[in-house]
T-cell receptor, first 114, second 110 residues
Framework: NAGVTQTPKFQVLKTGQSMTLQCAQD?????MYWYRQDPGMGLRLIYY???????DKGEVPNGYNVSRLNKREFSLRLESAAPSQTSVYFC?????????????FGPGTRLTVT | GENVEQHPSTLSVQEGDSAVIKCTYS??????FPWYKQELGKGPQLIID?????GEKKDQRIAVTLNKTAKHFSLHITETQPEDSAVYFC?????????FGAGTRLTVKP
């Protein structure tokens, strides 16, 4: 199993450009999450998908959109990037079966918006 | 929503000493409390977790304690080793909304 994979690993955007961050998991997990990590602020939830076909806002959803394409894939889109969105983005998934709530994280995407 | 505070933000110990990291949470409905270790350039990885119906859990050199009344929980690492050096995050969760502490950078000096 590859676990949780994210692409790209690094990206530089100019203000106003758009891009989509891709996330996929091969563990048949039900729930998937997008977080951003900024220095001194831990991880903050952007959006999550509790199950295939559903998405919900987290703590910091403004400026982002998501798509749960199928059970494996959950993408995060920045329609018009801003310097405030410079961050490291992590995707995570949870089995949510049998009471297992352990989050499995991907390796992250480091995004810089200039 | 839930608010999680974590202390200290940095911690330096000598190899072989113990390290303690403390977290408090605000939402009494939170029932799942994981601890994650993050090494440089990698995603966080779960090291231990505890549920609200348990007061203490131990896994080799790592232990977590939970005080539901006071709404705080702690991570204890004994006999620290240089490879324990990393950033540690606590979190509190009720169903889908998991909130993380700001992290503690632990340095273990040989």
């Amino acid at each position: 199993n590859a676990g949780v994979t994210q692409t790209p690993k690094f990206q530089v955007l100019k203000t106003g450009q758009s891009m989509t961050l891709q996330c996929a998991q091969d563990m048949n997990h039900n729930s998937m999450y997008w977080y951003r990590q900024d220095p001194g602020m831990g991880l903050r939830l952007i959006y999550y998908s509790a199950s295939e076909g559903t998405t919900d806002k987290g703590e910091v959803p403004n400026g982002y959109n998501v798509s749960r394409l199928n059970k494996r894939e959950f993408s995060l889109r920045l329609e018009s990037a801003a310097p405030s969105q410079t961050s490291v983005y992590f995707c995570a998934s949870i089995p949510r079966t049998g009471g297992n709530y352990e989050q499995y994280f991907g390796p992250g995407t480091r995004l810089t918006v200039t | 929503g839930e608010n999680v505070e974590q202390h200290p933000s940095t911690l330096s110990v000598q190899e072989g000493d113990s390290a303690v990291i403390k977290c408090t949470y605000s939402d009494s409905a939170s029932n799942y409390f994981p601890w994650y270790k993050q090494e440089l350039g990698k995603g966080p990885q779960l090291i231990i977790d505890i549920r609200s119906n348990v007061g203490e859990k131990k896994d080799q050199r790592i232990a977590v304690t939970l005080n539901k009344t006071a709404k705080h929980f702690s991570l204890h690492i004994t006999e620290t080793q240089p490879e324990d050096s990393a950033v540690y995050f606590c979190a509190a969760s009720n169903t889908n909304d998991m909130r993380f502490g700001a992290g503690t950078r632990l340095t273990v000096k040989p």
